[in-house]
């Protein structure tokens, strides 16, 4: 069965500090896609990055970035210099490609204090 | 502008009423989903339908139905049989690849 599991529920930083967000999944299937989502105050999911599993290159976007490792069975997401803007609720997310639905984890509620 | 739209943002409900929630998208995706969220537990899948007039439950189905009568709608009803109506509700079309969601609906209901 699909699982993902975010243990930080909750983490505070200062502004421009760095925080990694971790992320843990299982599957059974080998072509499965992982995802992390945003989801600011206003409440709708923002869209960061979509991983497939034969792709374990890790991803740099501006100051985001993503650690993929299918030995760990993880997907974790840093963001560096943290933004008072960076404040939100961010979900790692599973789906495999037999299955039509996608399943989020619990998210991490990430406080960025000035 | 393609995409998806709920109404309304803010819905208050008596206990024991049913309501509908609204969801569009213009994105001309087969499948929709509706999600709904509640603090600390992440998103959870109630209903999705990857066609027309079909489908499926997902691990929070009890006390909800929907339809899908055309493509572009996919509206769901929280009934009086849902124990805990208040809560935070996401619709989303696409597929395993991705998803696109709308803006959220909060229900209230006391």
New interface residues.
């Given amino acids: 069965a699909q699982k993902v599991t ?1 243990a930080q ?1 909750e983490i505070s930083v200062v502004e421009k500090e760095d925080v990694t967000l971790d992320c843990v999944y299982e599957t059974r299937d080998t072509t499965y ?1 992982l995802f992390w989502y945003k989801q600011p105050p ?4 923002v ?1 960061l990055i ?1 991983r497939n599993s034969f792709d374990e290159q890790n991803e740099i976007s501006g100051r985001y970035s993503w650690n993929f490792q299918k030995s760990t069975s993880s997907f974790n997401f840093t963001i560096t210099a943290s933004q008072v803007v960076d404040s939100a609720v961010y ?1 790692c997310a599973l ?3 037999r ?9 991490t509620r990430l406080h960025i204090l000035p | 502008d393609g995409g998806i739209t709920q109404s309304p943002k803010y819905l208050f409900r008596k206990e024991g009423q049913n309501v509908t929630l609204s969801c569009e998208q213009n994105l001309n995706h087969d499948a929709m989903y509706w999600y709904r969220q509640d603090p600390g537990q992440g998103l959870r899948l109630i209903y999705y339908s990857q066609i027309v007039n079909d489908f499926q439950k997902g691990d929070i189905a009890e006390g909800y139905s929907v339809s899908r009568e055309k493509k572009e709608s996919f509206p769901l009803t929280v009934t009086s049989a849902q124990k805990n109506p208040t809560a935070f509700y996401l619709c989303a079309s696409g597929s395993y690849y991705e998803q696109y969601f709308g803006p959220g609906t909060r229900l209230t209901v006391t």
């Fill in positions: 975010q529920t896609y206003s409440g709708e999911l869209f979509r979900f789906s495999e490609a299955d039509d639905k996608i399943i989020f984890g619990k998210g």
